[in-house]
Structure formats: C-alpha cells, structure tokens
C-alpha cells in the first residue's frame, strides 16, 4: 500500500443545536479513523454560536466554541465552513461570508437552498468555491451522491420519495395504531420526532423543500418552489387510511417528480395512497426512501434515516471530506443547472395533471345517494374504477362512499367536487386524496 | 451559471459483449447529455474483442471495432481503458497492460478484483492510475459509491446482501411457485437469469467475489477468498423453503460482512432464513439489495438491478465520469486497505462462529424419535427454540421433523449434526441450515 501524507483540514462550524453537536462529535471521535481511511485528519478549529453556555452532548476543545462569525471568517487556515444554523436569513448571510471569505461550505439547510440555491451556487462561483449539500435531503441516506455521480449516465424519469420522517411517523401511528392525527401528532411531538411548531413538516413545505433540491439536479433544471405542488397531511382522516388500506393501499406524503412522455415535467408533494404492497409502503416510522426511476438502470432504491443528530452529522461530514478531497468541487464545478426560465415551459401546471382518485363522501343513507354521485362523475367523464360502502357508521345517519377512479383531468376532478359539495344528500365536503400507481421495475 | 469547457475523453473498451455493448451504447446515445450535465464528451475510441462479426446490440461507428489490443495500449490519446472481458486470466494481463500503458481502468470484473486485487491496485498506484469497480457489485446500484463517500464517516458494523440475482431468482421462484430447485434453475435459464453454466453463481462463488470486495472497502483490510465461509444453494429442497415459512421464514443467499462486540469479523456467504417481514425478504426475482449498519447512519439500504446489460452498463459508465473528473483517483489514492496479514487474527473462524439454525430430519413415525433428536441436542448444549412436526409426508412412512435452535455454536451443531446422521430412526441426513436475526434499526 502506498504511503500518502496525511492533510490536515480544519473546519470551522456555525450552528451548535443538535445536528451541530453531531457533527463535532463525528469528527472528534473519527478523527482518527478517517485519517487511516481517507488520509484527511480533519480538526475542528472554530464553533460559532449564539449560545455558548448551553449544556450541549459532546464536550469541545477549550477555545473552540465562540459566539464571533468572525474569528472563523478571519481565520485563513480555516478551509471548510459548515452551516448547520437553518433558516433562510441568517443562514443566507452566514453562506455567503463564509464563501466570500473564500471557504468551501457545507450545509444541511434545505430550506435555503430551495429558496436561494441558485444566488448561492453563482456566488461559490464567483468565488472558486462549493458548497455540499448531501446532508440537505434524506439525511444519511447518501442520495445527491447516488443521482450526481452513481446514476449519472441515465436519464432519470422519475423519482417518487418519502422524504420527511414527521409525516411518515404520523401516518404510520395513524395506520397501525388508529390514531387520530392529533394524537398522533402530540405522540410524535412527545417523543422527538416532531417539532413544537411542525407546520413546516405537516404542511408538506419541507417535503417541497427536498424535492426542489433532488429535482434540479435529477432534471438539470432550477426548480422553483413555485413550480411545485403542495399539499401537506393536517386533514387526514384516520377512517381514510382505514378504508384505503381495504382497498389495497397505503397512505403516504409523496415528493414526486417525474417525466412525462410528452417531455412534461410534474412535480408535487401530496399524501398519496400508493399499493399496499409496494416497497415505499412499507416505509415505517420516521424512515425515508426514495425510489428513483433511471433510464438506464430501472428502479433504485434507498432507504434510511432522513434525520437526527448522527444520521444528519453522517452525511455532513462525508461532505467534509468530499470537499477537503476535492471531489464535491469538480462536481459542483461541473453540474450544470439550466436556470428556471428555461424550465418554466416544461412544468406540468397541476390544473393539467391527470391522477386517479379516492374520493370519500357522507351520504343519507337513503335510495338513489350512490347513483347520483356516479351521474356526476360521469357527467364530468371521470371513470369509476372501485367503490365501498360501508353500512352506516357516520355521524346523522350518514354512511360513508369511497369511490376511486380511473385517471382523471385534476380540472375534471375539481368540477366533479364542486357539483358534490353542493349536493343535500351528502354532510360536509367530500374527501380527495390522489392515488399514485408506482411503476413496477420487475423481472419480465 | 458558469460556463465550464468540455472536455473530450477517449476511451478504448476491452470485451464486446452483453456489457460491453451497453457500455458503447451508453457513451454512443448519452454523450450529449453527459456533455451538458458534466462537461465531459466521452469517444468511444476503439472496442477491443476477439469475435469482430457477431452482431450486437448496438451499431458501432466504422473502424472502432478491432480484435488488437495494441492498438488500444499504443493509442496515447485513449485515458481510460475498460476491461469488460470478465475471467481472472486474459482479463488480469489486459488490466497490467492498461495501466502500464498509462490508461485509468474501470471495471466490472469482481473475481478479478476479488482475487488479485491486492496486486493490481499496487500496479495501478505504481503506474500514477486508479481502478474503479462501481460496476462490479450489485450491477447498477451505486453500493461502492455509497460505502466509499456516503459513509466515509461511519464504521460499518455489519452488511447483509442479496449480491447475486441468479440465486435470488430461482430461490423466488421455488417459494412463490412451490418449484424444485431443477425446475427452478432452467427456468431461469430459459429466461436469461442463469448462464449455461451456473456453477459459479449456485455455489456461492459470485456472491463471495462481490462480498470480498465490498468487505475489504468497509474494514479497510484486505480480504481473501480463504477468509469466506461459503456455501450454496444447489442442495435447498423446496419442502424446507415450505416449512421455514410456516416458522416465518423467507430463504435468501446471503452474504454477511459482521464485525462483532469483540471485534472479530465474520464473512459468509450461505443460505439463510430471515425474517419474512424485514426489507430483505420482500426482494424478489433477480433484484439485489443490501442493508448496511454503519455507526453514525445506522440502517441505509439499496436496492436495484445487480446485473444486465443496461444496469450494468449504468455503473461502468458512472466510473468513466467519475474517472475522468478525477474523483476516483483521489478516492482510490487515499483509500487504505491494510495488508491481509493485518486482518487475518481478526476473522471468526466458522467453527467458531455463533448461530440459530433450522434443522429438518426425516424420522420414522414411531414413539421417542422427537424426543432422542432433542436428547442429543441438548447433549450439545444446544438449546431449542421452535418445532414443527407435520403428519406424515416423507418417503416410507417417514414424518419431516423441523428444529429451530437458539444460538449455538457451529462446532457443538457439527457434533449434533453427526449424532443426529447415525440414528437408525431417521432417514437420510439431516438438513441443517442458518438462521439470521438481522438487526431491525427501527424509531424507539
């Protein structure tokens, strides 16, 4: 084996929560074995934070944890900046000195990147930098990686990701326990895996977030998230997860962006009822997968844990260490993203998109309630494909009629709803939630 | 975005066949994309391979094609040198040739790597080359990517894999479709999932090639065929694929790379029956999948293709890029594999090694037969953990009688094993085979 010189790095760290606190522990603790590995000794040379006295779970060097951005944008010995503050403002300004200061920056941030990622990445530019971001989706599940190097000879067709272990964990308790949301939520927020203010998981935001990133570099293009189509899981009903799951599927917060045959491009987060017995299905917990079609090699697969404190820390300091080898910077260097303008055409608009349906509504359980709902799907042309009904258990007499249809004009849909909500034999307003049917890569 | 010159890339393909033609359809039909995505034009300038008339898949432009070697070795305008002709003979000299001549190699040769790699990285860093071998596991899965720089901070504690879809097919096959093995087995060889001549895979060997390789990038030593307890599926009747089930069972070939509490690292490639609920069991027909357990991420998985044309060709081509952007040079310069030396205290010998097993005896149907098998295991300090009796359904009145075991030493079940053959009662010898408890990383 040859000998190769061991290259000292030292990293300077802004954000000391608790993915910050996994990072400093990964490279404390792996300093050794990484310069074994890699040849790389990476030293934590500076963590920036606006609280310094808070008890954190890993024990610094003396004089390393400072309150001062500026004791690491001055440092020139400092190479790699690592941004781990989240959020779009601070975070933003923090990027940008650290990579006019002439550092490399690694982020988990998605939030940022998604709203800014292009000003961001001109900027490293400019300044002959990078910035990494692999630890910004799917957490250690080392995905950006698998799309911008492994897969990089296919075109990618599709991709279709459970990408936020909130909503995951919420609608697997949902399923498996038959919880109501709210409890499943509060149990979610008691053990960790939801925050006290989850709207930004729940409304299906930070899912969109992800899927702008792994769509840009999936596609070539900048996406926007303008560009996607939003629709978080605060009104699941658990009787919908119940009925759905009689029906053969499963419900999940999908991220999917995918390629149409006429070149189109859909992008959307939405709960989606998918076959019960597809691989995502079986998705459990606060667990991320992501499926991704390729043109060359079919379906792939990754699963893992898309957050916490060392999953998240794992991805960062690969990153680290993909930039100190200069590897994220060729990449980067290399990846080329089309700006949005040149995108914008190719967005499928969701009034356009063609699904298929579950739709649940209250009906009196009196003659005719069915047949009248039929008489208007039908009116609009949408194509009944399954429908339950079960004997009463709603509330005022009313029973509830699942319906599921056939692939359906979303503006076709929305019609058919209108005309439903206005009937007097149904309580309330009908259900709809989208089914995916997940292509399946099998052996022929 | 910044504007980054293309640069063009010459490479010469070695071995023109079900690879080697997706590999030059590949660079053919995708060289425009991957101009635009990483500014690399990849040329095929010649393909090398002794039969210059069959036809193939894809259309070549006039002139590449050549059965002479030299003129790849003696092309100075050709970097990257692609050995596709498989074998540990011809191959190996055209791998030294390559790098001698001064040309990168990418390949998918696993039992090339697996057995002489050692002396081939040493050539490739005397020679200022790098090798990369994305290709040589699990087909179009980026798996060595994911273990080399997603994980670079984890230690990795343990990896279960299906790496070889031939056995995963036929052992698919025997379960869903209640098959014997030999009806199973050309089957798959009708359908293009088994070769002529399956040796290799049904035995174990691929699978053991593949795991030496992804072992010795996880633990940073070199690992040897010797160090693989290997066995294959040739012997697995369908009765006992039948029975586990009925235990909650699947049977999977897999391939085990584990480093336990005491630091010893057990290799093996056997038969095993898994839980049928867990990820690993849901992976049918020819597909591979491997879960790995490092220690900051814990479980990732990855799942695709492992073989084929286009899925292969996948892989191969993600090296050439990767190759000629320079990443796999830094990575394989500073990538430390001790020598085998080092390593060889550390591997579990397989008479050492702990397990749960499945045991099936044919006994006669006749009072105290059960009753003398348990007597004897538990001579053997071996400890039962279920029983399965079903009524009378062997050869001459003879009843299968199923024992699963706690954990137990392989030496004490060899003991038990050897008693259990000698009892006049039974018939025939008794089936004895592993039962593996992957770990379940799940939410807590």
Redesign the interface.
Known sequence: ??K?DEKRIRVGLVGFGIVGS?VAK?ICE?AD??A?????RLELACVVDVDTTRPRPVKLPAGVLTSDLNRLLADETITVGVELVGGTTIAKDIQFKMLRAGKDVVTANKALLATHGAELY?VA?ENGRCIAF?ASCA????LI??IR???????INAMYGIVNGTCN?ILSNMSSKDEDFAVALSQAQA?G?AEANPTLDLSGGDSAHKLAILASIAF?YEVSLEDIFVQGIESIAKDDIRYGREMGYSLKLLAIARRSDEGKISLRVHPSFIAADC?LA?V????NAISIF?S??????????GAGM??T???V??DI??VV???SK??F???????RSEAQSLIERIEDSVDRFYIRVMAQDQPGVVARCGQILGDHQISISGVLQHEGCGPNGTVPVVITTHNTRQHDMAAALDELAGLDVLAGEPVCIRIVDIPE???T
């Open positions: 084996v040859a190769v996994g990964l792996q074995a990484l074994a590995k890699m040849g790389v001109r530019r692999e957490g250690g599940i080392p990686g698998a190097t492994g897969l990089v000879a296919n075109s964990y053990k895996f070539g691989a079986r459990e917990g606060s667990f390729g060359a090699v079919g379906e792939t697969l990754y699963y893992g844990r060392m999953p820390a794992s991805a300091v690969a260490v993909d080898l200069g590897n060729r990449t260097d290399h990846l080329l993203i089309r700006p890569d099998r052996d």
